[in-house]
């Protein structure tokens, strides 16, 4: 309904802030990182909303940049998040590394961010690894998710080249965290791991 508002910077508060434009003040609710750099009060600001409608419950939720947005949308999707979760966690990691740690499927970092267990973690990997692959959103341009995404696409081809030779899945991923695959093609990651794989 809203794409951004901008106007005047009235009120800064804990989890929210206040613009006005057109004598109406909006309450928009806000991750406190992006409150800190939204700048001074009684300055123009424009601010990235999304318009959240739930039975009990009409808000305004506010965003810097069109990647925290993305990001909160997709953190939106995941079973058992909702609002007030998606944006606790863009208060303590930044997009890029939260797309990051999906791909890679870095579960320890995602348990790092407040309110996120073991399981929380594993059901956002499992949720959103696969969106954040098809989806053309302003996260996944980022360069460090692009090159996350190629060296993923690498690494399960050659995986999957593998298990038709006759290996199984844990084996190949044992020998692949062995070697700096970050330049390889998948014919060489495919060499490669047969090297290894024989001494076994």
């Not at 804990?14 to 434009?21: F, H, L």
């Not at 208060?91 to 929380?120: H, M, Q």
């Not at 959103?128 to 998710?145: C, F, M, R, W």
């Not at 090159?147 to 084996?171: C, F, H, M, P, T």
Request: negative net charge; proline residues 1%.
């Amino acid at each position: 309904m809203f794409a951004y508002i901008k106007g005047v910077l009235e009120e800064k508060s804990n989890g929210y802030v206040i613009v006005e434009t057109g004598g109406i003040g909006y309450k928009i609710f806000m991750s406190n990182s992006a409150i800190g750099v939204l700048g001074e009060l009684k300055s123009t600001v424009k601010v990235h909303t999304y318009y959240y409608v739930r039975e009990d419950n009409i808000s305004l939720y506010g965003f810097v940049t069109k990647e925290e947005l993305s990001m909160f949308e997709l953190l939106l999707s995941v079973s058992g998040i909702g609002a007030k979760s998606a944006i606790t966690m863009l208060s303590n990691i930044d997009p890029s590394s939260f797309a990051l740690a999906v791909i890679t499927n870095d579960i320890k970092k995602l348990t790092k961010i407040p309110g996120v267990g073991n399981k929380s973690a594993q059901r956002i990997v499992l949720e959103l690894k696969d969106k954040l692959k098809a989806e053309n959103s302003e996260i996944a341009q980022n360069d460090d998710v692009k090159v996350a995404l190629a060296e993923e696409e690498v690494s399960n081809d050659a995986v999957s080249a593998l298990q038709i030779l006759g290996y199984n899945r844990k084996e190949i991923e044992d020998v692949l965290q062995k070697m700096d695959i970050s330049t390889m093609q998948t014919e060489d990651i495919i060499r490669s791991a047969l090297k290894y794989l024989g001494k076994q």
